[in-house]
């Protein structure tokens, strides 16, 4: 009997994308569904999109969801965890919506340390609102609010959020990852999943950022997305492990009992 | 004077920086945008013009305090939801006196809503918004002339008054393109007493919002009402179209107002006595001058895009004097001229 | 006198501009005009239009509930306004890739294969501007030469080709229509 090595996940609803041609959030969503189907946890996960692309996230992954404000979105999933801690919570934020508007709501949930998991999709623009510079909008790239292109003295630098935010001490695991290949893909999922699985063990705040292509706002094709972020993108941002203190939080959990 | 085509978002980016506005910062919202990223292209052409583009609305409305503060002409914009993280900075800023421009390009709400055209903020404009006693002249333009014109004035009324001054507009009006010609801004007239550069060898100076002392703050807020009241009365703005033989006035700014007109020529080419009442400055109110229509007009109609704002207003203005109708659409959705005239005609049939 | 106008197509198509250069001409006629593009995200990849009205006063509604005239540059749009068409008024419809025609026999069809005539020009990008040669000169709501000068203006003549191109491409629309 053959058998099935491709299928939409179950967590994820059989709707087609809105999203355009050669976007990133679509793939972290099929990600986040495969994810959620290999723990089992469709039925206890909590998730919170953000205002951005992915508002409308809800439509598409196939657990609870409630839409947060724009940048509140780890205030409101610390609220979730702690009324229920059984529950896996996570927040799905753009750059602008964790590392501009809401970067006081999103340090300080990772300086507690909530047990919560955060994906971070890190597309150097804002996408919903038609291609502005976010905080990581690295330097010299053009937008509509820079058109000039990034300057480090007007517009300050890219805000290069794992190695920030690995220096919390609230926080467990920071892995940044990549969506422009096969390989790169694979990768981030296994990031994702570690991520979920950090929040099951109790382990603490997790995050994954997503370098992730925007074609429209970048404006170039989609193979050109992908080749830009290996090229340009990635040397401001390297992918890699920032932080990952699983090891160590579970050995102190098990001296403790 | 030359006549130009431009969009009301770009409109009000080249008005403030022909009437002065150097400083300006905002966060990206839809249907504000090109005002945004009009000003992130135009500002550095200014002389010494400053664009920021903020990580939050909280962090530019205290970006626009500061700067002016420091002497600065500035401006801030935004769209609904952004306008209501603005609040404690406006709160804050009429506190200490200091003048600035607000630009609110409303969409639908509550919550994040959509991006459709509304007029739902209505109350949070001209209500203060913010916590304490204060208020901010809102002004509502109905044409991009007037947006022109408007955001000109308003940059006068707020050094005048030390105030921030609300431009309240919507989607449409921010999107749309309409001719313009922009007149020549006044001068500038605001008191180096006002503005911060540093004490040097003089006596230093200081703004502040907290007012521990009882008496004091109650002085303070006296003193506020004072202005408001000063600006009562010299300050109000209305337009009326059609209403020396009307039999029944609508009551609408901006973009309803605009629908209204067209179903009053609707329902003039059948016959009926139909006029507009249009108030420019929805704070302050022009309370009076719309009581002085109910000597002769019994039956007033409130339109809006809400549920129902401006009608406190206008309850409150007419004082049982005339019959007041409602018609709303919220959430985003822009009548037409045709539906407004069909309720209206309906209306009319029970005027006697 | 008052004409409402929808120009609707494909993002890309340049159904924006031809709204912007009606408009634009129409102002410098003389005329009172609103231009009104559909915004938002949720445009992208999907269709984009604009409304613009003339009209010898005041305009009260920029909006459009019974437009004299559509010019449908792809499939969607013919559906998605058809409907809205006031009795009597015209659709321009770009036949080079709508095959359907419109279900209302109270309105009238240009039917213009402007992809095709642009081809034979040797540039498919200039589609829009043939399309409107042919609804300037039916629809006479402002004259050529008046059209012509502000579509010079809001195109830039800067690359200096590109000015000689789109008055090629007019030229080929305005004359497509011999009565
Ligand atoms: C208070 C407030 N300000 C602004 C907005 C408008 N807004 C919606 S999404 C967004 C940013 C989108 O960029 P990003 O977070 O990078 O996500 P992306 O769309 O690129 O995925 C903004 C500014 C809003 N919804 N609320």
């Given at each position: ?44 996960t909590i998730g919170v999109p953000p205002a951005g692309?992915a508002v409308?996230a809800y439509?598409?992954?196939?657990v609870d969801m409630i839409e947060a404000p724009h940048g509140r979105g780890p205030a409101m999933a610390s609220g979730i965890k702690r009324t229920l801690p059984d529950r896996i919570v996570f927040s799905y934020q753009g750059d602008g919506d964790l590392a501009a508007i809401g970067i006081a709501e999103s340090f300080h949930a990772a300086n507690r340390g909530e047990n919560i998991s955060v994906i971070f999709i ?6 919903m ?5 976010a905080p ?23 805000v290069?959020v794992?190695?920030f935010f690995?220096?919390l001490e609230g926080v467990t695991?920071i ?20 991520s979920f699985?950090c929040q099951?063990?109790?382990?603490g705040f997790s995050l994954v950022e ?48 | ?26 966060y990206?919202i ?24 903020s990580e939050s609305e909280i962090a530019a409305?205290n ?18 939801p952004g306008?209501s993280l603005k609040q404690e900075g ?20 509550p919550g994040l809503g ?239 | ?179």
């Open positions: 009997m053959a058998k099935k090595v491709f299928g939409r996940p179950k967590s994820l609803k059989d709707k087609i994308f809105h999203y355009c041609p050669g976007c990133g959030h679509s793939i972290a969503h099929r990600l986040i569904a495969e994810v959620i189907d290999e723990l089992d946890i469709r039925g206890i692309c409308l439509n598409y992954l196939d890190n597309n150097a623009v804002y996408g609102t038609g291609g502005q510079m990581t909008t690295i330097l010299n790239q053009k937008t509509t609010t820079s058109p000039a292109g990034r300057h480090k003295i007007l517009d300050g630098y890219p290069k794992s190695e690995s220096q695991y892995e940044r990852c990549m969506v422009n290949s096969p390989t790169n893909i694979n990768k981030t999922r296994k990031a994702i999943k570690k699985q099951m063990d109790g382990m997503i370098l992730s292509p925007c074609p429209t706002n970048w404006k170039m094709n989609p193979i050109d997305s992908c080749k830009w972020i290996d090229e340009v993108m990635s040397k401001t941002f390297p992918p890699g492990v920032f932080k990952d203190n699983t090891a160590s939080v579970k050995k102190a959990a098990e001296g403790a009992s | 004077m030359n006549k130009v085509l431009m969009s009301g978002n770009n409109i009000i980016g080249e008005a403030a920086i022909r009437a002065g506005c150097r400083f300006y910062a905002g990206p839809t249907p504000q945008n090109e005002l945004t990223e009009y000003m992130a292209e135009h500002m550095r052409n200014a002389e010494d013009g400053v664009f920021i583009q409305i970006m626009v305090a500061g700067a002016s503060a420091a002497g600065a002409r500035v401006m801030t914009s935004s769209s609904s306008i406006i709160s804050s800023m009429a506190a200490c006196e200091l003048p600035g421009i607000i630009v609110n390009i409303m969409r639908g709400g959509n991006i459709r055209p509304s007029q739902g903020d209505y109350f949070q404009a001209t209500r203060g918004g913010g916590h304490g006693d204060y208020r901010t002249i809102v002004f509502a333009p109905a044409t991009c002339q007037e947006l022109a014109d408007l955001t000109m004035d308003a940059f006068d009324l707020a050094d005048k008054y030390r105030t921030p001054v609300m431009i309240l507009a919507d989607g449409m009006m921010g999107q749309m393109m309409e001719p313009v010609i922009f007149k020549k801004p006044k001068k500038r007239i605001y008191s180096d007493d006002f503005i911060l550069k540093g004490a040097g060898n003089g006596k230093s100076k200081f703004i502040r919002g907290l007012l521990l002392d009882v008496i004091d703050e109650e002085e303070h807020n006296w003193k506020l009402a004072r202005k408001y009241s000063v600006i009562t009365k010299n300050e109000i703005r209305r337009e009326e179209h059609q209403i020396e033989d009307a039999q029944l006035v609508i009551v609408a700014y901006g973009t309803a107002a605009r629908i209204a007109k067209g179903a009053i020529k609707r329902l003039r080419e059948n016959g009926m006595k139909v006029g507009l009442f249009r108030p420019i400055t929805l704070w302050p109110f022009p309370e009076l001058q719309l009581r002085a229509l109910a000597a002769n007009v019994k039956n007033f109609l409130v339109f809006e895009m809400s549920t129902g704002q401006m009608l406190d207003d206008v309850r409150l203005s007419l004082q049982g004097y005339a019959h007041i109708d409602f018609h709303g659409r919220p959430g985003g959705a822009v009548p037409t001229p045709a539906e407004l005239a069909n309720v209206v005609a309906r209306l009319y049939e029970k005027v006697d | 006198m008052i004409i409402k106008t929808i120009f609707s197509g494909f993002g890309g198509q340049g159904v924006l501009m031809m709204g912007i250069s009606l408009a634009h001409s129409a102002m410098n006629k003389g005329y009172h005009v609103t231009y009104l593009p559909a915004y938002g995200a949720e445009m992208r990849g999907g269709i984009a239009n604009c409304t613009v009205a003339v009209a010898d006063e005041e305009i009260a509604s920029p909006v459009a509930s019974e437009p004299d005239y559509l010019i449908a540059m792809n499939a969607p749009s013919l559906f998605t306004f058809q409907n809205k068409i006031t009795s009597g008024g015209t659709i321009f419809l770009n036949s080079s890739i709508v095959k359907d025609r419109p279900n209302r026999p109270d309105v009238k069809v240009c039917t213009v294969p402007c992809v095709d005539i642009a081809q034979d020009l040797g540039n498919p990008r200039v589609a829009n501007i043939i399309m409107m040669g042919v609804f300037i000169k039916k629809s006479g709501i402002v004259p050529d030469d008046i059209y012509l000068k502000s579509l010079e203006t809001i195109m830039g003549s800067k690359k200096k080709g590109v000015a000689e191109i789109n008055r090629k491409a007019f030229a080929a629309g305005f004359d497509y229509l011999k009565d």
